[in-house]
C-alpha cells in the first residue's frame, strides 16, 4: 500500500511540477500590446542575421476572374535599405522599375515613363525592418496608415501570428500586417487605398543558405487573385553596385 501512495504522490508532484513549467513558459512569452513592440521585437531577433542583398529571378503569373492572361520573368535585385530593381521579361526590353529613396520610378523601352513618392510596405516588412532603426520603422508605417496602437492574435495558415492595425478579426478591409509569431518576420500585409483593398501574401518561407526566404507571394485585389509571384535562381550577394539603383543608370545596368 505504502508503495502505491509514494508512486502515486510522485506522479501526482511530477504533474504539477510539470504543469507549473509549463504554465510559467506561457507566462514568459511577451503579450504585445502595440505595433511598435512587434517592430523591436522584429528588429532584435534578426539585427546582423538578415540578408542585407538578394538577387533572384521570378515567374509573374497574372490572372483575371480566375484565369492566367498572362506569365512573364522577372530579374530583381534588392538592397538594404529600401533599394529594388526590377527588370520585366529581361534587361533587353527596357521596361521594369527603380525603388529609391522612398520613390518608384517606372520605365518603358529604356525611358522614365513615371515617378512618384512610395514607401513600398513590403521592402519595409519583408527587409528594411531589420536594418533600419526601429523608430524608423515605426515612423514610415504611419505614414502608410497602419494603426501602431491595435494589436490580436490569429493563426495564418497553420501559423500563430500578430496582427497589427486592428483588433477584429473580421477585418479584412483596414490596413494591416500579420507577423509570424515564433519566427518574426512578416506573413500577410492588407492595404486600402481609398476603398481597394490590396492582399499580399508572402507564402512558402524556405530555408535557403540558413536565410528565410518567402518564395511565392500572391496578391489579391478585393478578394480576387490578379498575380502571383514564384521565385528561384536565389543568392544573396555580398556587396551590389550602388549605380543599380540610380535611375539615370536604369538603361545600363546589368547584374547578371
Known sequence: MKKHFFRRRSLVLLCLSFLSCYSFAEAARPKFKTGAEVVNAMYKRWQGKWYPNFQFEQRAIFYEKGQVTKQEVWQEIYSQPGRLHIRFDGFETGNGAVFAQDSVYRFKEHKLAGKMPQIHP????????????????????????????????????????????TTDPKDDASNQFWVDKERLYVLRVLTNNKGTVRDVEMNNYQLIEKKWVATEIVFKTNGETTLREVYYNMSFPKSTNDGWFDPDNFSNTRWQ
Request: hydrophobic letters at 40%; zero cysteines; a neutral charge.
Open 122 to 165: 513590403l521592402l519595409l516588412l519583408s527587409f528594411d525592418v531589420y536594418f533600419y532603426k526601429p523608430e524608423e520603422t515605426h515612423a514610415k508605417l504611419e505614414q502608410l496608415k497602419f494603426d501602431m496602437n491595435k494589436v490580436y492574435e490569429a493563426n495564418w495558415q497553420g501559423r500563430k501570428a500578430y496582427v497589427i492595425g
